[in-house]
């Protein structure tokens, strides 16, 4: 018999997806036929795998001890998990508790991974759970740690990685909500003094991976909106804007503020490739720069050194 006692990371989900995670050579079939059973017991009692699991809870396996490791595979290495053990971990932390972390990105620096080779923001994170003994293999197999949010490569700023579901789930709602307000700090070219909000319809080429900004709606198009304030200017050559987004549209700070002639500095997408190079600006001089929570938290992380100089 084995005995398992739902933790955090595992509460708030069903049972039998639960099961699963915990039994991925099983099929569901075999799994519901366990709980009819009762060869699979929620706190000593039968269930049907429809339950929601809490901290807490206490789950008991009636197998030996042969089956459950063949059920379970707990006979295999995770060699995901050994291979992200052994990533640089050395992340800059905002905050921190059992729920998430607020990590200051670099530029540079991927969000996740788009290739198997990518190191990206999420593996370092992972790596620094199992550093701290926070993340065990056994944990990390019914549940990957991620981040919620993605920003460009080149965008520095404030990533949230949820350490556990509970905490991905609420994470999420909050994002697609819009329940938490996100500020971008940026240096634009040109002089910018009043505050505005602009809007406009964004298309995306696929190809590409290049978006485009229009007065007017058009097929595939979408409804983006923008607020910025200036925070301060460097003659009439440069402005550091605060920039509320409204939306959340790939490329959308960038292409929307490069539309109406204030392109981002440093930005070779978008922007203006001579100025940038005269500069010498290493990236594009996007920063997200805070969040707050409905509940009144708020986060802020410090702008990277590149902005000296225009503040």
């Known amino acids: 018999m084995k005995e398992l006692r739902i933790e955090k990371s595992d509460s708030n989900q069903r049972f039998d997806k639960y099961l699963?995670?915990?039994?991925?050579?099983?099929?569901?079939?075999?799994?519901?036929?366990m709980l009819r059973k009762k060869n699979i017991t929620l706190n000593d009692k039968k269930a049907d795998g429809s339950e929601k699991l809490n901290t807490g809870d206490d789950v008991k396996i009636w197998f030996s001890d042969e089956t459950f490791e063949k059920m379970a595979g707990t006979s295999d290495k995770d060699l995901l998990y050994y291979s992200i053990k052994e990533i640089d971990n050395d992340i800059d932390i905002v905050?921190?508790?059992?729920?998430?972390?607020?990590?200051?990105?670099?530029a540079g620096v991927?969000?996740?991974?788009?290739?198997?080779?990518?190191?990206?923001?999420?593996?370092?994170?992972?790596s620094y759970l199992i550093a701290s003994d926070q993340l065990s293999e056994e944990s990390f197999k019914h549940f990957h740690p991620s981040v919620c949010n993605r920003l460009d490569r080149n965008t520095s700023g404030i990533v949230l990685f949820a350490k556990?579901?509970?905490?991905?789930?609420?994470?999420?709602?909050?994002l697609k909500e819009r329940s938490c307000k996100k500020l971008y700090r940026a240096v634009v070219?040109?002089?910018?003094?009043?505050?505005?909000?602009?809007?406009?319809?964004l298309s995306k080429d696929e190809a590409t991976n290049k978006v485009s900004i229009s007065e007017k709606e058009t097929k595939d198009s979408k409804p983006i909106k923008t607020a910025y304030r200036p925070i301060s200017h460097v003659g009439d050559d440069f402005t550091?804007?605060?920039?509320?987004?409204?939306?959340?549209?790939?490329?959308?700070?960038?292409?929307?503020?490069?539309?109406?002639?204030?392109?981002?500095?440093?930005?070779?997408k978008y922007g203006n490739t001579i100025i940038n190079k005269e500069r010498k600006v290493r990236g594009q001089l996007l920063h997200a720069y805070s969040i707050e929570f409905e509940d009144g938290r708020k986060f802020v992380c410090d702008l990277p050194r590149e902005f000296n100089g225009y503040l």
């Open 110 to 126: 991927k969000s996740q991974k788009d290739a198997p080779s990518d190191v990206s923001i999420n593996e370092m994170a992972i």
């Open 20 to 33: 699963k995670r915990v039994l991925p050579n099983a099929s569901t079939s075999f799994i519901y036929k």
């Open 189 to 201: 070219l040109g002089r910018i003094d009043d505050n505005q909000q602009i809007e406009g319809f």
């Open 240 to 268: 550091l804007l605060e920039i509320h987004l409204i939306t959340g549209r790939t490329h959308q700070i960038r292409a929307h503020l490069a539309s109406i002639g204030h392109p981002i500095l440093g930005d070779n």
């Open 95 to 106: 905050f921190e508790d059992d729920d998430m972390i607020i990590i200051n990105k670099p």
């Open 164 to 174: 556990n579901l509970h905490a991905a789930q609420q994470l999420g709602a909050a």
